[in-house]
């Protein structure tokens, strides 16, 4: 992983008492992370997973932050996961693929996307995987997320 001011989302698991969340983003702070935003993902009675967001130069420095945490002690803080934009292409688009909506939907099994109104026409959704696109369709129906089926 090579960042360069990069955002880096750290994954927490942070005991549910008051002061946690202070000492590790003070951890962070202290090694010159930036911070962005901060995520509730779970909330439990004894611990809280938060996402945090952190703007960092180097790699060394996500591997300090790392180490910061931990030094906290796993009864306080668990780093859960460190993720950044790359590995997140790497993941969700192994064969870094480039292009349009379109190209890229194109016998595709499920197309997860943000965007505006009408950005995904029939056109486009009738060239996916005719079987996994007909699951997610009658899926969607079924449970009240769409009214009726594009295909």
């Not at 460190?82 to 480039?98: G, Q």
């Amino acid at each position: 992983m090579k960042l360069t001011e990069n955002l880096v989302t750290f994954r927490l698991k942070l005991k549910n008492a008051p002061g946690t969340l202070g000492m590790a983003l003070t951890a962070i702070g202290k090694l010159g992370g930036s911070m962005g935003n901060i995520q509730i993902i779970k909330a439990e009675k004894e611990f809280k997973v938060r996402d945090l967001a952190v703007y960092v130069s180097t790699d060394k420095q996500v591997k300090d932050i790392v180490s910061a945490l931990s030094a906290i002690g796993k009864e306080l803080v668990e780093v859960v996961s460190v993720k950044d934009k790359e590995v997140l292409a790497e993941i969700t688009n192994p064969d870094n693929e480039k292009g349009v909506i379109a190209d890229a939907m194109k016998g595709k099994d499920v197309f997860i996307g943000v965007s505006g109104p009408n950005m995904i026409t029939k056109d486009m959704a009738k060239t996916m995987n005719k079987d996994a696109a007909k699951a997610v369709a009658d899926a969607a129906i079924k449970n009240g997320v769409a009214t009726r089926q594009l295909f």
